[in-house]
Structures are given as structure tokens and as C-alpha cells.
């Protein structure tokens, strides 16, 4: 193989695709897409003592977060299958970059179609929501895909973490010209979901211009559909007898139901959990705490790099864990006004940044030598994303029975079972992936 690993340009290259696309999860997952769904035409019910809002979908009436939060679970499905034969396809034929860039595409321009969103029109409406996330995810496993062929197992952790910080940074930069534009230029809310794609497109440009493609010289010759599904069951078995390996992944299984829930889900807790003194106060506070997040979140993945040196990944996953259960705890007991939602999401922050950062890298350095990392990485992507389809349709199924608050007791149990299963990975293989 002539390619070789921890070139400064392609690690570069690398992580200016976190900075491209962390765009859509911030500006049109958590911050300015939620608010701008939640202020449109629904028809307001008293369910169970609450006011709840309404929309018929499909002849079918939902609470409007719970149908949203059913539809990012069928995104995620679509892409848990897809995934993995795609990335059998990929590893066979050398062809991740391509992949990686359509899905890319495929994001980012249902991304700018979101300025046509309209409740009256909601089943076509939810369908750009649908391919914005399937665009979204599906170029991520990818992009994963390439860590541990750009970089050594001794520059997982600290790579990563500059991906994810960079990711922050980057959308953090975007959303305050999207709010700028918004509160102060009255630019309808609608152009930022248009900026948002262009952003993602255009910062990707960068990536597909530096990274390597066909690392290892592949030369895929007859049926790559069946080529491709023999890759996979290739790495199925090879998966099947390592042991570390499936303890990892059934632990970040678990808790990634919680972190990606809390992820999807936050910015609703606050916008109906949250006793604000007025509507202007509410958005303004929304956005105040999705900020906080983001840059707490970079120091985050930085320190829990910083961590992982000295105790260990799987230590440091344990403890970040248990943060994440605290959190949960205090946010159902305590957590009803303003200033405790903001310390919340400082705290959320801090962890969100260390547990995305730590458990890329965790997962990279615990692969064995290998030319098939797309699909080993399709196997976490489908958990990861099978974790969001249970996480957030349990979570929207006890929303609609009972409230939002209510539903965070699930992402407790979640946490509690994550940490628990991390304890089962073996020792040495613990140590291993400290090193």
C-alpha cells in the first residue's frame, strides 16, 4: 500500500467534513428548524391536562414532536439497512469517497428544500425532512469509515476529537449568522435551511479534494451487489468471534439510544418543559443553551482525548457514562426553569462532545488489521442507528401517552445499562485501546 497514514493535509481534509456537515444537525436538528416546526399551523388539544399540538398525517392525528420525532426513527431505519450493503459495495470496489459524497448531496439539498416546509402540505413536507436525515447519517459512515486508514491507532483519540470539535466550531459559526440574519436583519427563517445546504456542500468540497480514494488499489471485476454482500458476511464473521469487539458495540448500542435521543429531542424538553416568562424569552433561551452546548462540547472532546491517555478509553467512557445518567436524573426531578436548563445543557455539553469524540475512536482502535473498514463501521452505524430508531420512538410513544418529562426516564434506564455492559469488555482489551 502507497498510501501513507497521519498526512497532515488528508487528516485536514478529514475533519473539514465534520465542519461541513455538523451544519444540519445543529442548525435544522436541534436549533432553528425545532423552533421554526413548532411556531407553524397545528391544531392546539387538551390531552390529559396538557395543551397539546396536533397535525393529521395520513388520515392519522399525532402530537406534532411526536410525529417528528417517528419520522427521524424511519430515517435512521432506511439507513440501517442500506448502510451495510452499501458499505460491502465500497470496500469491494474501493469506492467509499463516492458514496460518502452522494449522500452528502443527497443531505444538503433536501437540506435547502426545507425553505418550502408547509404543514398544509405535511406528508410531502415530512418526505424532505426523511432524506435530509437519510443524506445526513448515511454520509457518515463513510466518512468514519476513513479514520483508521488515514491515521494510527496513537492519533485516534486526538484526530477524532479535532473532527468533532471542528464540527462544533463550524456549525456554532453558521447558526449565529443564521440568528443574526433572523433577529436582527429579519431575514425569514426559511434562508437558513437554504445557507445551511450550501454551507454543507460547499466546505465538502474540501474533503472530496483531499481525501484518498481506492486506498487499496482495489479492482472490483463481476456483480458488486453480490461481491458486495459476500464483503459483508466476510466481516460478520470475523466480527462474530471477537469477543471486545461485540461487548463494545452492544454497550454503545445502549447508551447511544440515550445520547442520540437527548441529541434530537433536547430543544422540545425546553420548549415545553421549561417555564419561560414570555414566547420571545423561550426562543432566545432555546438558542442561548443550543450555543452553550456546542462550545462546552469542544472542550469536552479535547479532555476526554486528554483522559483517555491516562486511564484508558474504556475507563473514560465508563465515567462519561455515568455523567450522562446524573444528567438524566436531575433533568427529571429538577429541571423547570430557565437557569437550570442552562446548566443542564453546559453539563450536556461537556459529555456530548467526549462520548461522540471517544466512542469513534474507541471502536477504531479496537478493529482488527483490516481493508474492509467501511463495513466494519456500517455494523456501528447500524447500531448507532438502530439505538436512535428505539430511542427516539420510545421516546415519541411516551410523549404522546404521557409528557416529555416523563420519557427521560427511559434515557436513565438507557445510560445505567450502557455503563453496565461496558464493564463486561475484557481488560486487556481495555488496555488495548488506551494505547
Known sequence: MSFQKNNKKVISAWTMYDWANSVYPLVITSAIFPVFYDSQQFVEKIVKGNTVKTIDFFGVEFVNTELYSYVISLSYLIVAFLSPLLSGIADYSGSKKSYMRFFCYLGAIACISFYFFDTAYIELSMLIVLLGSIGFSGSLVFYN??????????????????????????????????LVSIMVLKVPAEWS?????????????????????????HKPEGNKLTKGFNELKKVWKQMSTNKSLKRYLASFFVYSMGVQTIMLMAVFFGTDEISWPNEGEKKAGLIISILVIQFIAVVGAYLTAYLSKKIGNIK???????????????AYAFVYTPI????????????????????????SKLLPETEDHASYFSFYDVLEKMGI??????FGFINGMYSIRVAVLMLIVFFIVGFLLLLRIPKTEALKAKE
Open 145 to 178: 469509515a476513513y479514520l483508521p486508514e488515514i491515521a494510527t491507532p496513537d492519533l485516534h483519540d486526538k484526530v477524532s476529537a479535532k473532527g468533532f470539535a471542528r464540527g462544533y466550531i463550524g456549525s456554532s459559526t453558521l447558526l449565529i449568522i443564521c
Open 316 to 330: 473514560t467512557l465508563g465515567f462519561v457514562v455515568f455523567i450522562w445518567v446524573l444528567i438524566c436524573v436531575v
Open 193 to 217: 435551511f437554504v445557507v445551511t445546504g450550501i454551507w454543507w456542500i460547499g466546505f465538502s468540497q474540501i474533503t472530496f479534494r483531499g481525501l484518498p480514494s481506492n486506498i487499496y488499489n
Open 389 to 394: 430508531v428505539i430511542g427516539t420512538f420510545g
Open 340 to 363: 437550570h436548563f442552562y446548566i443542564t445543557a453546559g453539563a450536556i455539553g461537556f459529555v456530548m462532545g467526549g462520548i461522540q469524540s471517544l466512542s469513534r475512536s474507541t471502536y
